[in-house]
């Protein structure tokens, strides 16, 4: 199994990549992975998607602790997931109230994953707009410029808000995963090239199996469409590529 990552600040922020990802392991088999898109028009908000990178690496640790003291009883991997989402929260509350934080300090959509590797199973839950790729089947959560943000629900009572949430979903899967911020839509041509040619960047950057062999494969591909194809994205850009 082979994991790669990506992040790129888009050419239209001057300052800050708002965008974060995480990738971390629970147990012998579980890998939990995260993309988060922090908002524009908010707070620092580069902080937020960074603050729940954070959290969640935390998360990771101490489950994977858990079940290595205690044994814990095996649950779903949707129950799991859960679990750790009911965590973030937690966590993120816990932060707003000691660090004094506002709502528009912890505005950031989330696409995080779930999935045990030997069962080739998995769920996944999306506050806000970001794309998933599952074998061949694309589901692109597109909510047109005005996403959900985690920090609109942390006053809420977890259980009421998850219960009525719509973008959740368990799953098998059998070779590749991958998910994206809403970024990887916001390639265009910055820069002019000897050879005018086109590519489609969803084929390239989700399917093509160029550069496999390399850690750093998403990077490249960055590079070969910056720098072949003049593509680079406008908004900021995080992305994990899992093959079975």
Same mark, same amino acid.
């Given at each position: 199994?082979?994991?790669?990552?990506?992040?790129?600040?888009?050419?239209?922020?001057?300052?800050?990549?708002?965008?974060?990802?995480?990738?971390?392991?629970?147990?012998?088999?579980?890998?939990?992975?995260? &993309?988060? !898109? @922090?908002?524009?028009?908010? *707070?620092? %908000?580069?902080?937020?998607?960074?603050?729940?990178? +954070?959290?969640?690496?935390?998360?990771?640790?101490?489950?994977?602790?858990?079940?290595?003291?205690?044994?814990?009883?095996?649950?779903?991997?949707?129950?799991?997931?859960?679990?750790?989402?009911?965590?973030?929260?937690?966590?993120?509350?816990?932060?707003?109230?000691?660090?004094?934080?506002?709502?528009?300090?912890?505005?950031?959509?989330?696409?995080?994953?779930?999935?045990?590797?030997?069962?080739?199973?998995?769920?996944?839950?999306? &506050?806000? !707009? @970001?794309?998933?790729?599952? *074998?061949? %089947?694309?589901?692109?959560?597109?909510?047109?410029? +005005?996403?959900?943000?985690?920090?609109?629900?942390?006053?809420?009572?977890?259980?009421?808000?998850?219960?009525?949430?719509?973008?959740?979903?368990?799953?098998?899967?059998?070779?590749?995963?991958?998910?994206?911020?809403?970024?990887?839509?916001?390639?265009?041509?910055?820069?002019?090239?000897?050879?005018?040619?086109?590519?489609?960047?969803?084929?390239?950057?989700?399917?093509?199996?160029?550069?496999?062999?390399?850690?750093?494969?998403?990077?490249?591909?960055?590079?070969?469409?910056?720098?072949?194809?003049?593509?680079?994205?406008?908004?900021?850009?995080?992305?994990?590529?899992?093959?079975?």
């Amino acid at each position: 199994m082979k994991i790669y990552t990506a992040l790129q600040k888009g050419d239209y922020h001057l300052d800050f990549c708002e965008d974060q990802f995480f990738t971390g392991t629970i147990g012998d088999s579980k890998i939990l992975c995260a &993309v988060m !898109d @922090g908002c524009t028009m908010a *707070d620092e %908000s580069y902080f937020a998607s960074t603050l729940v990178k +954070k959290l969640l690496r935390k998360i990771a640790q101490t489950k994977t602790y858990q079940e290595f003291k205690n044994h814990t009883e095996q649950i779903t991997i949707e129950k799991e997931l859960k679990e750790i989402l009911k965590n973030l929260f937690l966590e993120l509350n816990s932060c707003r109230n000691q660090l004094g934080l506002g709502k528009r300090e912890l505005l950031t959509t989330i696409v995080i994953l779930l999935v045990d590797a030997q069962a080739k199973t998995g769920a996944y839950v999306v &506050v806000g !707009d @970001g794309l998933i790729c599952i *074998d061949d %089947s694309t589901i692109d959560f597109d909510q047109d410029n +005005k996403p959900d943000y985690l920090g609109f629900h942390l006053h809420e009572d977890f259980d009421t808000w998850y219960n009525s949430h719509t973008q959740k979903c368990t799953f098998g899967v059998n070779s590749h995963i991958s998910l994206a911020t809403d970024g990887i839509h916001t390639f265009t041509k910055i820069s002019p090239v000897k050879v005018e040619s086109k590519i489609d960047v969803l084929e390239y950057l989700l399917f093509d199996q160029s550069f496999c062999e390399k850690e750093d494969m998403i990077e490249l591909k960055l590079k070969k469409l910056e720098f072949q194809y003049g593509l680079k994205p406008t908004d900021d850009f995080s992305m994990i590529r899992i093959e079975m």
